[in-house]
């Protein structure tokens, strides 16, 4: 049942405008409703004339927001700002954090069953904001909001394959932890096909995955950040999600939920997907002592992170 309802807040932006057009090409998806605070209309008239099933309607502004979730599966939010050169993803915190919790409270009220897709940063904080938006509207349920880490994963298996010389689509890296600077931990030790890597081009490998999102802010000079890899790993989650939605088996992708695998309260690690959401956290499994050291270090910066969220969330109005 390829009938998959997918909304998209913040559709007119970087990430939001490639995003869509791959939710549009898929033929998992049957409506898709967009909605931004500007040029939404032109965006969906563009991306309507596509010759794919998916209906597309464009919403534009707070009033047509509820319309725009009526009915929703699936809803992915890149809404927010996009870092400029010097910013970490913690900088856009206010801005974000405001948008975030404006949109998910509608999604709350108006599709509280939805699984619920963040990408604006910083994820570490955003996906917090998300729980408590949904807890004060009695609607929580923990397996169905995930923070997509899904870019993480993507530039672990293209930067493997590209020293190993291997096709970057059959590498697997899983990442853990959260979704920015020293917080992504990418796996190296459970890298399908087995890599080895000396531990000085290991280190810097690892360093590599984490400051990749500031490799691209760096190389835009200040006309934005990853949005074309990250609408292909936003979709890529998407459509992983809406597989395990349909029944598919052994759907595992990773990203950063609310979790019991750390003493963080929220952690990324391989998920099994399924009708509902998360049906079962594979947690970290067998790590070397380098990883091992890596998670150690990240706690401190996680806490902080998903504390600044809730303390945001708990004084929203």
Do not use: W
């Amino acid at each position: 049942q390829n009938n998959a309802k997918v909304a998209v807040l913040g559709a007119s932006g970087g990430i939001g405008q490639p995003l869509s057009l791959l939710l549009k090409n898929s033929p998992l998806v049957s409506r898709l409703t967009l909605y931004d605070i500007a040029h939404t209309p032109g965006v969906a008239a563009d991306l309507s004339h596509i010759e794919t099933r998916a209906n597309v309607k464009g919403f534009l502004g707070p009033e047509q927001l509820p319309e725009c979730l009526k009915g929703c599966d699936v809803v992915v939010i890149p809404a927010g700002v996009p870092r400029k050169p010097g910013m970490t993803r913690d900088d856009l915190f206010n801005t974000n954090a405001s948008i975030v919790a404006t949109l998910t409270s509608a999604c709350a009220q108006h599709c509280p069953e939805a699984m619920i897709c963040i990408i604006s940063n910083p994820v570490n904080s955003t996906i917090p904001i998300t729980s408590e938006v949904f807890k004060k509207h009695g609607v929580y349920n923990p397996n169905r909001i995930f923070g997509v880490t899904t870019l993480d994963i993507v530039r672990a298996n293209t930067f493997v394959a590209e020293l190993k010389g291997l096709d970057p689509a059959r590498v697997s890296v899983p990442v853990i932890g959260g979704h920015a600077g020293k917080t992504i931990i990418p796996l190296i030790s459970q890298c399908t096909p087995k890599v080895d890597f000396p531990q000085d081009q290991l280190e810097k490998l690892t360093g590599r995955i984490q400051e990749a999102g500031t490799e691209v802010v760096k190389a835009k000079a200040g006309a934005g950040s990853a949005t074309l890899s990250m609408a292909y790993a936003g979709a890529r989650f998407v459509f992983s999600l809406v597989d395990a939605m349909n029944g598919k088996e052994g759907v595992i992708e990773c990203a950063f939920v609310r979790s019991e695998e750390t003493e963080s309260p929220y952690f990324s690690t391989p998920l099994l997907l399924g009708k509902n959401g998360i049906e079962k956290n594979l947690g970290i499994g067998k790590i070397s002592p380098f990883e091992e050291k890596m998670v150690a270090e990240a706690m401190s910066e996680l806490k902080a992170s998903i504390k600044k969220g809730e303390e945001f969330a708990k004084n929203f109005k």
